[in-house]
């Protein structure tokens, strides 16, 4: 029998760089019962976050001896959230893969930046500026109310249907074959989101969340939105 409970997501991590991204990752992770030490080369930020987070502590995270000091090393997960500074991005990463962390995340500002992050040891790069951009592209332009894009060209939406989707259950409206998507999920006007299958009639009012491929996904909002 296979446990649910992975020891490395209920580890402590550690936050590198406590500014509004690194402070939002450290902030969240404290609330879902995680222990995280967040440290920033700011004294005004870690006194600002010293009694939110389960330890916050000032040094220059490109030494490797200061990170020694606070056991770096001992840490399964570590987040690179430093944000223009990318010569010290560039210093931590390698610093915490030469140490071993088994798991890097780092912040990145641009692809060449990113890709650098890649080769010297981070296991994954986030781009958060360019995915909030292109995620608020996708929201202002069409009939969705929430949007999310995966790596390999695949998107979840959540969009709303001010008319009945079709004129019965999904599993004759034939969604997949007609425009590549599939309804993987709605709320009725009084209820919570569930799960879709065959059977469900979307009725007016309803939100649904929808998944497949990115073109596919545009393309059914912005038919739907002609229709609401």
Known sequence: MFSLVNRKLTSPVLVVGLGRFGSAVALTMVARGREVLGVDDSAERVQQFADRLTHAMQLDTTDEEAMRQIGAAEFEQAVVAIGTDIESSVLTT??????????????????????????????????????????????????????????????LAKLKVTEPLGDGPLGELGLRA????????????????????????????SLIAIAGRIDDVDKFAQELSSHN
């Open 178 to 205: 007609r425009y590549g998507i599939t309804v993987v999920g709605f709320r009725p006007p009084a209820g919570a989101f569930t799960y879709a299958d065959r059977e469900t009639v979307i009725g007016a009012g």
């Open 94 to 155: 390698v610093l915490l893969a030469d140490l071993g962390v088994t798991e890097i995340w780092a912040k990145a500002i641009s692809r060449d930046h990113g890709r650098i992050l890649e080769r010297i040891g981070a296991h994954h790069v986030v781009y958060p500026e360019a995915d909030m951009g292109e995620r608020v592209a996708h929201l202002v332009s069409g009939a969705m109310l929430d949007y999310i894009k995966f790596d390999d060209g695949f998107a």
